[in-house]
């Protein structure tokens, strides 16, 4: 009953992720635009342009988004009583995001306060719950192993960033709390249920996080046979040359991939985690470089590559220049931003003014918004 139970929630939890990452709430501009570099910026220095998108959006964020317990997961409220997180429920995802997003900006103050409240709202035994209902007052007994591992990473960056050794250590201190729970026979799993203690049965391919992974406080051995065995999973899951994304997950009892459609947003995900490691595909950076400067990045793919609807959104351009940023193509970066830009809401009467989501709805996503946030953080290498 337990494992039933465990397996039913893995499932809610990908409904969640994917409603989060690939809605279609917002309007869409044309694909036909031409994509234009932004004003100039010196080597490694993001534009003007860029930072004052950066600080619209963060008081977009911050002042319409944000309640007492976190980044809402939609503007638009609702009873909380969902399957997936709605309205102003608040996700580990988001906290992650935003920790991840002040370390890269480099704002101890902001990362501080992001830190406490997400241990204070998402803190459980067996991990970071992965939801949290205000209405219900109800924390999830579930963790998701990708918002773990980014928590886990924001905390070691900050650690040498700020130069915190209390953030270093509590970094350490849930690593191993993670690999305790989240890692069995050195194989990593999407979920643990704190309540049942015990795993779901597969890994989703965009939960491994190489670049934390590698760095988790746990003995040299077990580290690289976890290391071995999520590379491998990740790297054979690459479907083609012809249409180089990734497979959805990957079971450990049946040893077989699995993808009912290729999610854009996860594929995404996993070459990002990929290039950090400086082991992306050159294969991926031109097929998403092509649909990107084409305006043509849809959110859904057959596994043959034919899109599957023609939805286009912010976190997937924001991805794309992520990608670019680690992969060191600044004209990718650029492409994405200038795309995910598209999606801004730029009138001031509006009060969706400086974020992304349908003014016609009054809908915004914190997955759009945060990974956009994100997004602007980065800056390009000038490396191509």
């Known amino acids: ?44 220095q993001p534009s003007e342009e860029h930072v004052k998108e950066k600080q619209e959006l963060y008081t977009f964020i911050n002042t319409k988004l944000t309640g007492p317990f976190g980044v809402y997961t939609n503007l638009l409220d609702t009873d909380q009583s969902a399957e997936a997180a709605t309205g102003h429920e608040v996700l580990s995802e988001s906290a992650s995001l935003m920790m991840l997003s002040a370390v890269r900006n480099g704002d101890a103050q902001l990362f501080a306060r992001q830190w406490a409240l997400g241990k204070q709202t998402f803190g459980m035994e067996g991990g970071f719950s992965y939801r949290y209902s205000p209405k219900q007052q109800k924390q999830y007994a579930v963790n998701a192993a ?34 305790s729970s989240n890692v069995k026979d050195g194989n990593m799993y999407d979920l643990y249920d704190n309540l049942y203690q015990q795993n779901n049965g597969f890994i989703t391919l ?69 290039a950090e490691v400086g082991r992306q595909r050159p294969e991926s950076i031109r097929f998403i470089k092509q649909q990107v400067e ?21 976190a997937i351009y924001a991805l794309a220049a992520m990608i670019g940023a680690e992969a060191g193509d600044d004209a990718l970066y650029e492409a994405g931003i200038e795309r995910m830009n598209e999606f801004r809401i730029t009138d001031p009467a509006s009060p969706l003014y400086g974020g992304f989501g349908d003014p016609n709805t009054g809908q915004a996503y914190s997955f759009d918004n945060l990974m956009a946030l994100l997004a602007y953080s980065y800056q390009p290498k000038n490396e191509q």
């Not at 690939?22 to 635009?33: E, L």
């Not at 591992?149 to 350490?172: D, W």
């Open 1 to 44: 009953m337990g494992r039933g139970r465990s397996t039913v929630l893995a499932c809610l939890m990908s409904l969640a992720f994917l409603a989060a990452c690939s809605n279609g709430a917002q309007p869409v501009p044309s694909a036909s635009a031409v994509v234009s570099p932004s004003s100039s910026a010196g080597p490694g």
């Open 146 to 179: 990708v918002d773990d591992l980014r928590m886990i990473g924001a905390l070691f960056a900050a650690g040498e960033v700020f130069g915190n050794q209390q953030y270093t250590e509590e970094a350490e201190q849930y690593s191993r709390r993670f690999y």
């Open 206 to 274: 965009c939960y491994i996080n190489l670049s934390v992974l590698r760095k988790l406080s746990i003995d040299s051995e077990s580290l690289d046979i976890l290391l071995d065995n999520m590379s491998r999973i990740l790297e054979q899951g690459y479907l083609s040359d012809s249409f180089p994304f990734y497979e959805t997950r990957f079971d450990y009892k049946s040893g077989a991939y699995g993808s009912e459609h290729i999610n854009t947003v996860e594929s995404l995900l996993s070459i990002l985690n990929l």
């Open 294 to 314: 084409a305006g043509t990045l849809y959110g859904q793919y057959t596994r043959e590559g034919k899109p599957a609807n023609d939805i286009r959104s912010t």
